[in-house]
Structure formats: C-alpha cells, structure tokens
C-alpha cells in the first residue's frame, strides 16, 4: 500500500511541475515590447511602439535615445518616414510661430533658443540617412528597407534638446533662488500622421494645438537629478535612487502622444474616483491651487465618466507648469500654467474652466483623436461643451448661467461679427480671441442647440456610440457628420446642418 501511494504520489509531483512549466510559458511577458530576441516566430506589434530613455541635466539641456517600432499600417509598402521635430520653432526668431503680441508672453525675460538635434538614426541596426524638411520642423527619414504592409520595423533616433526659457508647452522657467519647472510636450520625434495616402506635413500652428497622431505605447525612462520630481503621461512603474540621481519610468498603452512636467519644486497630492488615481503636483506656495485641481479633476472625472463612458486608464495626472495660454490637454496628463493656480477667487474662475475643458480632452483629443491643425472644432467644440456641461451638472442652473455670463456673452458679438466658421483650420483665425469665440465656445453652442432639439438623454447616447465607434482612432469632420445623420434625429436636419456647417 505504501509503494502505491508512493508512486501515487510522485505522479501527482510530476503533473504539477508539467502545470507549472506549462503556466509559465503561456503567461504574457512583461513587456512584450522588447522581444527582439525573440524565441518563437515573432509577432507584429498592432500598433507603434516609442521607447525613450532621457538624461535631464537640472537646466535646459536633454540627451535622449528613442527605439521606435514603426508599424505600417498604410495598406501599402513604405520606403520613407517622417517625423515631427517641433521644438524646432524655437530655433530663433524666423522659425517662430507665433503673433508679436503672444511672443511677449511666451518669453517675458526675451527671446530664448531651443531645439532638437538629431544626432543618429538607424534603421534594423544599420544607420539611415535623413535630411529636414518644412523649416527644420519635420524629419524625413529615406529607409534603406521599404517597410512592407503589415509589417513592422526598428527605427532608433539620438537626440539632444534644448529647452528655450519660455513659457510654452516646451519650456522651463526659473524662479524664487534656484526653483525649476520644465514643460515637457511635443519634445521627441512624433511619427507623422499618414491620411488617406499622404503625409500631414503640416508645420506647428501659431494658435491652438499641434497634435494629430495615432495611438501608440509608449515606455519612457527619465533620469534626473536627484531633487527633480517628474510627473508624466502613463503610470509611474519605477523610482530608483543612486548616486544622485533619480530614474523614473512611466509607460502606457494605447494613448498618442507622451509629455511631462519636471521640477526641483513640486509637492503632490492624490485623490481617487470610480478606481481612477489622480494625481496633482504644485509649488508648495500654491498649495490651494494644488487642492483645487485635484477636486475639479475628481469632480469632472466623475460627470465625464458617467456621461460619455469610462476613463479606461488607471491614472490621470495634473501639473502646475509653464503654458501662458493656461491649460494643456496630453494623454493621462493636463499641464496648467502657474498663473492658474494663483487666481484670487478659485471656485468659478477660469482656472476651474481650463481644468474642466482639459480633462473633457481625456475623451476628446485623447481617446476620439483627430487632426488638430485642420479640423480642431472636432475636439476643441465638444471639449468646451463638455466644460459647459460639467457647470452644469456640478452646480446646476446657476453654474451653467454663471458660464453663459462668462463666455458666451462676452462672445456673442465677436461670434456674429467674424466670417468664420466653427469647422475651419486654425490658420484661418485672426487671433485668439476669435479661435476661441468660434471654435470653442460657438463649438460649445452646436452642442446645446442639439442638446436642445434632441434631448440630453439622446445627446449623451450619440456621444457614446461616437466615443465606441472612434475611441483609439481618429475622426474626421465628414465621418462626424454622417454619424450624426444617420442617427436620424427629428429636428436634426438640413436646415440644422446648414446653420452650423
Ligand atoms: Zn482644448
């Protein structure tokens, strides 16, 4: 009997070591992105892949390397790349895009260089050639391999940047004895947009936002002085400590495009809604400002949530920055100028509107991408109308009132006044005050008219089918359009498409 169960019980050790070896090998890797060693018949990554790995000097200067997994889903072969090089604008005075009055803004203690140097490319390994294009501002990379259809291929950059004193989304500012805060956006070479068989070479816009991208992984690995605090798109994996520095590695999935906000100043606090972590970084002097961030982000996180679908990252992260322009819309992470945090009064003040608006661009922009340079009534309009919307469901009739008084009666005339339209590129708008009475709060307008004319219940049922039909993708201004025709919604008809449009 005992041999019985001896063997008994050597048979039963022997399929549970076969369980484990055959558990561990059917678990995902930890990161399936670095499998260049492959041991199986590789598979194709479904999207692009960045990998950066930063040294921030305490100043103004970074040295970078960026392995970049090109996947070609152009339908067709590809034999060259091109990639975004905006710091460049900031290569001197020509370069810039912006209006006189705005320069003044951007560098209160005058003009200030700044740029990205490009000092190697490879492509499987072996060096390719590149040349600029567009004044410097997009890099065209000739591959020595045509990249077939469907197929992927490992393009690493080297680079170095300089960061101009400027307040702006790529910029640092000095104050109070030796206090720092980097902005950290549109900084590494961002592949470009490739629509409907070209390339949207379209140079850095002098108002609004750059960004039209696809969705992308991203891991980057930020080492900084050991004082430096780092807050960044993605979920922070990683903080190591030794010989006075501090290494900081933040990934995450599906989102497209990556910034972050640097500091020898920065104190934190944290805050969670529906599962959702949120994180806020302020100087210890804006304290209040810090707070009030958080409980706006909460607050409009919630609403959002339950109105359009759920934030499907795990956090979402505030940072007091340099943007004179106020707030800064990037996946999983707001940038907001100081000024913001400063206001006298904060409840009710535009630093509560800028905080609103940008975390309605976690759904618009971020996961409902589209070409922001052409199109940015797609995500600007529905942004601010959002913004509207959460006044209104956090205070009721007298928020929504105490936003028409702020903004949609100051902009009434300008609105009447202007030949523009809600839908056209940015290039077309005189300044800033007539892009945001057109774009953003007539945006909001279109939205409450059909709020309006079809009820909220269907409004927020249109809003969601449009976040699952383009969620990950981008949305052009026709697609928009026939999503909403074919909804066949009474009163939504031509002479409503023919007011807006
Ligand atoms: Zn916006």
């Not at 933040?250 to 972050?260: G, K, L, P, T």
């Not at 940072?319 to 322009?325: D, Q």
């Not at 945006?443 to 409004?459: C, D, P, R």
Request: aromatic share 16%; glycine share 6%; with cysteine.
């Amino acid at each position: 009997m005992k041999k019985v169960i001896a063997a008994f019980g050597v048979l039963l050790l022997a399929m549970l070591v076969f369980f484990f070896v055959f558990a561990l090998q059917q678990m995902p890797s930890q990161n399936n992105h670095s499998s260049a060693s492959g041991r199986e018949t590789e598979k194709e990554p479904q999207r692009n892949i960045y990998n950066i790995n930063l040294e921030y000097d305490g100043l103004n200067h970074i040295k970078a390397e960026m392995d970049f997994t090109y996947v070609n889903n152009a339908g067709k072969s590809m034999s060259e790349l091109y990639f975004h090089l905006y710091p460049n604008i900031f290569r001197d005075r020509n370069h810039l895009p912006f209006s006189r009055s705005d320069q003044t803004l951007v560098f209160p203690d005058g003009f200030s260089t700044g740029g990205i140097d490009i000092t190697q490319a490879l492509q499987d390994g072996s060096p390719v050639e590149w040349t600029t294009v567009n004044g410097d501002e997009i890099l065209k990379l000739a591959l020595k391999k045509p990249v077939e259809a469907g197929k992927s291929s490992k393009i690493h950059f080297k680079f170095s940047l300089t960061v101009p004193k400027a307040n702006y989304r790529f910029g640092y500012r000095v104050f109070g004895k030796d206090r720092i805060t980097l902005s950290l956006g549109n900084w590494y070479p961002l592949l470009v947009k490739y629509d409907n068989g070209k390339w949207s070479l379209d140079k850095h816009p002098a108002m609004g936002d750059p960004t039209y991208s696809d969705i992308s992984d991203y891991t980057v690995s930020f080492t900084v002085p050991q004082d430096f605090t780092v807050a960044a798109s993605g979920v922070m994996n990683k903080k190591t400590i030794s010989h006075g520095k501090a290494i900081y590695v933040y990934s995450m999935e599906n989102i497209r495009d990556f910034a972050a906000a640097i500091s020898n100043n920065y104190k934190t606090a944290e805050d969670f809604v529906d599962g959702i972590k949120i994180i806020s970084y302020f100087h210890p002097e804006d304290r209040k400002g810090g707070f009030m961030a958080l409980d706006v982000v909460k607050h409009a996180l919630s609403i959002y949530n339950a109105s359009f679908g759920k934030y499907p990252y795990p956090e979402l992260r505030v940072a007091e920055a340099n943007f004179y322009a106020g707030g800064m819309e990037f996946p999983t992470f707001i940038m907001m100028n100081t000024g913001r945090y400063r206001e006298s009064n904060l409840s009710s003040t535009s630093f509560e509107r800028s905080m609103a608006h940008e975390v309605a661009h976690q759904w618009w922009y971020c996961l409902v991408g589209n070409d922001q340079i052409n199109e940015p009534w797609l995500d600007e309009g529905l942004a601010e109308f959002s913004t509207l919307y959460y006044f209104e469901k956090r205070y009721r009739s007298a928020g929504k009132e105490s936003y028409f008084t702020r903004y949609v009666n100051t902009n009434t005339n300008l609105i009447k006044q202007s030949k523009r339209k809600m839908q056209d590129p940015v290039k077309l708008f005189r300044d800033n005050r007539e892009y945001f009475a057109i774009v953003y709060v007539k945006g909001a307008l279109f939205y409450e008219e059909l709020k309006n004319t079809i009820g909220e219940e269907k409004l927020l049922d249109f809003l969601r089918t449009y976040l699952n039909t383009y969620k990950y993708k981008n949305v052009s201004l026709n697609e928009f359009i026939d999503l909403l025709k074919q909804r066949n919604y009474d009163g939504v008809n031509q002479d409503f498409f023919k007011k807006w449009f």
